[in-house]
């Protein structure tokens, strides 16, 4: 329980939650690195530059979704890049925390 905790302690994970919560199924990484960035921008996703997504696309990549995983807030295929998020028992910590 403490690593889950741990995990959604970060804002960035948190919005990766929320913006895999808007989607209501399967979506590919690359939508949800623009997702991602707009969400934390507060701008629209054709506002995102391709740099901001490309950087969000690393992180989502190699570290926030590995993570997420782990913890059972996410399914991610890294080989086909797609993600879902899991609505299990086991990840039932609402990804809302205030800071």
Known sequence: ????????????????LSC????RGAVDI???ATDVVAAQ???SREAVT???RDAALVRLHHV???KLDEAGFVEFDH???IVRRCRSEMATISPVVSD
């Open 79 to 81: 080989e086909d890049g």
């Open 41 to 43: 921008e507060g701008t």
């Open 20 to 23: 895999l919560d808007d989607h």
């Open 50 to 52: 391709e740099a901001d």
């Open 64 to 66: 926030d979704l590995p």
């Open 1 to 16: 329980m403490n690593d889950k905790i741990a995990i959604l302690a970060d804002p960035g994970r948190r919005t990766v």
């Open 30 to 32: 690359e939508t949800l």
